[in-house]
């Protein structure tokens, strides 16, 4: 058992996009306080830093944040490794630190604080148990991964992940946890979204759902009888006949990857110059095949996370049918925009 490696959980914010990943690095922020190395050897100096410089934090935030900062620089070791879940692709990064800690402001001038790493695996989310996210959707900078620990090692070994009992050992400010709460909250409603598409009808019944979200938001649809044949699966118009602009053709892909630019080519090839072009998976969409949509004006792509906002906007309007394979209610949480402000 004490030869297994640390894991550990990293946050960075949805800004540094899909740098970490491609630059093969994880960083922290904190960029007033310079040089961590230079602090010193204990966690005392780094209270001591942070007391100094941000005399407004609340003095029982100082404590977690100078741990933080401590084991960033002293405490992870090459070897060790990190699970890193980004926001910009709902995508599980594994992998492990490839070398010491390194101050480096040409990366990322908001995320100074590096550690290189190696990445080896990119799983979907959907691929973990719903407590293991909730483990690392622990609304801290860097903690270490234990409870589900098993999960992270095995999904490394290209082994299925199996579920345990889960409890969090970060214990923070009070405006701290209620902005945890509210983005956990979020983000377990969209992870059992995504699982409910993927796994409780086929591509097919897929297509089908998200033609009748289309028409909840008021298009008229026609669904192909082919399924899975990499052209238009839906047809979506505006007008009872389909003879009037705009035309939509739909693509739907019921995956939890990514999709690259050859396949979204595919579709606009399908889509004449007067036509617009809308793909929707529950994945997520490689930077070459979102640069290749900002290009076109006739085309638009939906992730897993947007297809999710569509469907919390248009849910009072579903066929009872879909409401039964999407049990959801509204609740209240903290709204995110009080919290921070």
């Known amino acids: 058992m004490s030869n297994e490696p640390q894991i550990w959980g990293i946050h960075m914010d949805i800004s540094v996009g899909s740098k970490p990943v491609d630059d093969n690095y994880v960083g922290i922020g904190w960029q007033e306080l310079g040089d961590l190395s230079k602090i010193g050897k204990d966690r005392?100096?780094?209270?001591?830093?942070?007391?100094?410089?941000?005399?407004?934090?609340?003095?029982?935030?100082?404590?977690?944040?100078?741990?933080?900062?401590?084991?960033?620089?002293?405490?992870i070791q090459k070897g060790d490794i990190v699970v890193y879940s980004s926001k910009i692709n709902r995508?599980?990064?594994?992998?492990?630190?490839?070398?010491?800690?390194?101050?480096?402001?040409?990366?990322?001038?908001?995320?100074?604080?590096?550690?290189?790493?190696?990445?080896?695996?990119?799983?979907?989310?959907?691929?973990?148990?719903?407590?293991?996210?909730?483990?690392?959707g622990a609304f801290i900078t860097l903690f270490s991964i234990k409870k589900y620990s098993h999960e992270f090692l095995d999904a490394i070994e290209g082994k299925k992940p199996t579920e345990r009992i889960s409890a969090s050992d970060i214990?923070?400010?009070?405006?701290?946890?209620?902005?945890?709460?509210?983005?956990?909250?979020?983000?377990?409603?969209?992870?059992?979204?995504?699982?409910?598409?993927?796994?409780?009808?086929?591509?097919?019944?897929?297509?089908?759902?998200?033609?009748?979200?289309?028409?909840?938001?008021?298009?008229?649809?026609?669904?192909?009888?082919?399924?899975?044949?990499g052209g238009v699966d839906i047809i979506a118009h505006k007008d009872k006949l389909g003879f009037e602009?705009?035309?939509?053709?739909?693509?739907?892909k019921q995956i939890t990857n990514s999709i690259g630019r050859p396949e979204v080519t595919q579709l606009l090839g399908n889509v004449e110059k007067s036509e617009?072009?809308?793909?929707?998976?529950?994945?997520?969409y490689t930077r070459d095949a979102r640069e290749y949509d900002r290009s076109k004006p006739n085309l638009r792509l939906i992730d897993g996370e947007q297809l999710v906002e569509l469907i919390?906007?248009?849910?009072?309007k579903f066929d009872p049918k879909y409401q039964s394979l999407l049990?959801?209610?509204?609740?209240?949480?903290?709204?995110?925009?009080?919290?921070?402000?």
């Open 312 to 316: 919390f906007s248009e849910y009072k």
């Open 91 to 136: 995508t599980i990064n594994l992998g492990f630190v490839d070398g010491p800690y390194r101050h480096d402001f040409s990366i990322n001038r908001s995320y100074p604080n590096i550690r290189p790493i190696k990445w080896i695996k990119h799983i979907p989310r959907e691929n973990f148990s719903q407590a293991a996210l909730n483990e690392i």
């Open 44 to 75: 005392e100096s780094f209270k001591m830093a942070l007391e100094q410089a941000f005399p407004e934090i609340k003095p029982g935030a100082i404590p977690v944040n100078a741990g933080v900062l401590y084991r960033f620089v002293h405490e």
């Open 171 to 229: 214990a923070i400010d009070d405006a701290t946890i209620t902005k945890a709460v509210a983005l956990q909250a979020e983000e377990t409603t969209q992870d059992f979204v995504i699982r409910q598409l993927k796994s409780g009808i086929d591509p097919y019944q897929f297509e089908h759902f998200v033609a009748h979200l289309l028409e909840c938001m008021g298009y008229h649809t026609r669904v192909s009888a082919k399924s899975g044949d």
């Open 276 to 284: 617009h072009g809308l793909f929707v998976t529950l994945g997520s």
């Open 327 to 341: 049990p959801l209610r509204q609740i209240y949480v903290p709204s995110l925009k009080d919290v921070n402000g």
């Open 245 to 252: 602009p705009p035309i939509v053709k739909v693509q739907c």
